[in-house]
C-alpha cells in the first residue's frame, strides 16, 4: 500500500467481465488514479506480489470461486490483511451485504455502479486508510519519544550526577579545609582529579545531546571531503592529558593521503568516543593505534588497544542499543555505555557498521567503515 497520502492511489480490480474492468479503468483513470485488472481470480495473488494496492474492488459473482471466498482468502494473510475490499455485485439483498462486511470488505457498490458513487466510496476508504497510518506512526513516534526521555532522564539521574557531585565534594573539601591547597599532591591529584571529572560530564552531556538528537531524527548528515590523518591527529591532541596522566602512548598510522567522504562532526564525535573509551581501559604504560585498511571504495578505520580484552558475551552487550553496558575503567574509570550506541548511530548514517573484535588478555580493536572520498578537489576540516 502507498506509505504516503501524497503518493497516487493505487487499484486492483476483479471481475469476470471485461466490459466493467474496462468501464472502471476509464473511470479510475480519468481520475488520477492507478489502475490493474483481472478477470482470472489465479492471477490475482500474482498482482499482489508485484505491487500492494490501496485498495481492491472485487466482484461477488466469479467463475471459479465467488468473490466472498477470495476475499476471505485475500484477508488471511497477515500483508494483505489492511487492504480495504470493496464489493462490485448486483445482489442487493441484506443477508449477501452483511456476508461481505462478515468476510473483510469495508463496503460495496451495486451494478451497474454510478461512477460518482464509486469515486466517493474509494476516496473515503482511501482516506480512512492514510488516516490509520497517520495515527499509527504518530503513535509510534509517541512511543519512541517517550522511551527516549526515559533514557535520557535515567542517565541524566545516574551518569550525569556521579561526576558532578564527585567534583561538588572535592570543592566543599577545599572549603573546608579538608584538602590543602598548598600540599605537593594538591595539582596533581585534586586539580587533575577536578578537570578530569568535569571532563567526563562535559563529554557524556556532549554524548547525550548527540544521541538524542540522532534519535529523534533531528541530526542530518552533511558530507565532505575529509582527510582522516588529520581529524586522528585532533582527537590525539583533545585527549593528550588523559592519555599521558596514564603514559599512554598514541601513534596515528593512517596515510595523509587517505579522504573519506562523511559529516566532519559525527566522525569527530565517534573517533573522540572510541579513542576516549581505548584510553579509560588501557592500562598505565599501553599503546594505542589508530589505523586504516582500505577496501574497494569503503576504508575500515581500526582503533587498537593493549587493554585487558573483552569477552564475546560484553561485546554482544556493548552493541546491543537496547543494553545499558557499563563497565570501570583500568584506573577506576566510570563510563556510561551511551558512546559506543552514539557511535553506532552515526556509523549506521553513513550507511556502515562499528565491529568489535577483541581477545581477552590481548588488547581490543574498535572498527568501522566510511566511503572513500572521490572528489579530486578535497577540503581539509
Known amino acids: 500500500m502507498s506509505n504516503s497520502p501524497k503518493e ?17 479503468r476509464f473511470i479510475l483513470e480519468r481520475h488520477g488514479f492507478k489502475y490493474s485488472g483481472t478477470s482470472d481470480d489465479e492471477k490475482v495473488f500474482v498482482m499482489l506480489e508485484e505491487r500492494l494496492p490501496d485498495l481492491i474492488l472485487l466482484d461477488i459473482v ?6 466472498y471466498k477470495l476475499c476471505q482468502k485475500i484477508k488471511s494473510y497477515d500483508r494483505y490483511r489492511d487492504i480495504p475490499v470493496i464489493f462490485l455485485t448486483g445482489k442487493v439483498q441484506v443477508k449477501d451485504k452483511v456476508k461481505g462486511f462478515e468476510v473483510g470488505g469495508v463496503d460495496y457498490v451495486t451494478k451497474p455502479f454510478n461512477e460518482q458513487e464509486l469515486l466517493a466510496r474509494i476516496k473515503t476508504h482511501i482516506e480512512l486508510v492514510n488516516a490509520r497510518k497517520q495515527i499509527e506512526l504518530q503513535a509510534e513516534n509517541l512511543q519512541r519519544s517517550n522511551q527516549l526521555k526515559d533514557r535520557m532522564f535515567s542517565i541524566i539521574g545516574h551518569d550525569l550526577r556521579s561526576p558532578l557531585s564527585a567534583a561538588k565534594l572535592k570543592m566543599d573539601f577545599l572549603m573546608r579545609g579538608i584538602i ?8 596533581d591529584d585534586t586539580v587533575f582529579g577536578l578537570l578530569k571529572t568535569m571532563d567526563e560530564a562535559l563529554n557524556l552531556l556532549q554524548n547525550l545531546l548527540g544521541w538524542a538528537k540522532s534519535e529523534s531524527g533531528q541530526m542530518k548528515v552533511i558530507t565532505e571531503p575529509l582527510q582522516l590523518k588529520d581529524i586522528a591527529d585532533q582527537t590525539i591532541r583533545l585527549l593528550k592529558m588523559a592519555s599521558d596522566h596514564k603514559k599512554i602512548e598514541i601513534t596515528n598510522e593512517v596515510p595523509e593521503d587517505l579522504y573519506v567522504e562523511a559529516d566532519m562532526n559525527m566522525i569527530k564525535t565517534v573517533l573522540r568516543n572510541l579513542v576516549s573509551n581505548a584510553i579509560k581501559f588501557t592500562p598505565a604504560d599501553g599503546k594505542i ?17 593493549t587493554g585487558p580484552g573483552i569477552s564475546k558475551a560484553d561485546i554482544k552487550k556493548i552493541l546491543d542499543t537496547e543494553e545499558h553496558f557499563s563497565k570501570l575503567g583500568t584506573d577506576k574509570e566510570p563510563g ?19 565491529r568489535i573484535d577483541s581477545v581477552p588478555g590481548k588488547g581490543s580493536s574498535f572498527s568501522f567503515d566510511l566511503a572513500k572520498s572521490k572528489r579530486e578537489q578535497v577540503l581539509r576540516p
Not at 8 to 24: F, K, S
Not at 180 to 187: I, N, V
Open 8 to 24: 497516487t492511489p493505487y487499484i486492483l480490480a476483479i471481475d469476470d467481465e471485461q466490459l466493467n474492468l474496462e468501464l472502471i
Open 62 to 67: 466469479m467463475p471459479r470461486v465467488d468473490g
Open 180 to 187: 590543602d591547597p598548598k600540599a605537593p599532591e594538591f595539582l
Open 289 to 305: 593505534r589508530i589505523r586504516s585498511v582500505q577496501q574497494a571504495d569503503r576504508v575500515h578505520v581500526q582503533i587498537i588497544d
Open 336 to 354: 556510561t555505555g551511551l558512546g559506543v550506541a552514539l557511535c553506532q548511530a552515526f556509523i549506521a548514517q553513513h550507511e556502515g557498521q562499528m
